[in-house]
């Protein structure tokens, strides 16, 4: 028998396998502004009452990332442009930089994706997912 514990980290694992597995796809296929982008890394905690993911965002300020939710995922996106110049009588220097986070979560079957939050800290952010509570009713038999 398969604790709990196994469970989820065995699901945890098989997660990160299909990131890993779409990432390569994704990187493949996808335009080239897509090729830019790098796999955000992300936690799971879970309670009785959610789950938390707390994905890796370093750099990025807030309001350069987006967060959609289609059907039963939450896609993240994030980018970080940087330029230097500097001038002076000899020289003039010009440099850019630009990197993207791209990260797809599969909502869980028990998540209220109706309610989802997220917020943004020192380059972390928390999306709380909340569990719905089971659908229980008692059947009157004739």
Do not use: H
């Amino acid at each position: 028998m398969i604790s709990d514990n196994n469970l989820w980290d065995e699901i945890k694992r098989i997660n990160r396998r299909m990131d890993s597995l779409f990432s390569y796809f994704t990187r493949r296929f996808n335009n080239q502004k897509n090729r830019n982008y790098r796999r955000a890394f992300y936690n799971l905690k879970e309670n009785e009452k959610e789950y938390v993911f707390e994905v890796e965002l370093p750099g990025v300020e807030k309001n350069n990332i987006k967060m959609d939710i289609i059907n039963n995922r939450i896609q993240i996106r994030a980018e970080k442009k940087t330029e230097k110049k500097q001038e002076n009588e000899r020289t003039r220097y010009y440099s850019s930089n630009y990197v993207g986070f791209m990260k797809t979560i599969t909502i869980p079957e028990d998540g209220d994706k109706e309610n989802i939050e997220a917020s943004y800290k020192n380059g972390i952010l928390k999306i709380t997912i909340p569990k719905k509570k089971p659908d229980k009713r008692e059947v009157k038999i004739n």
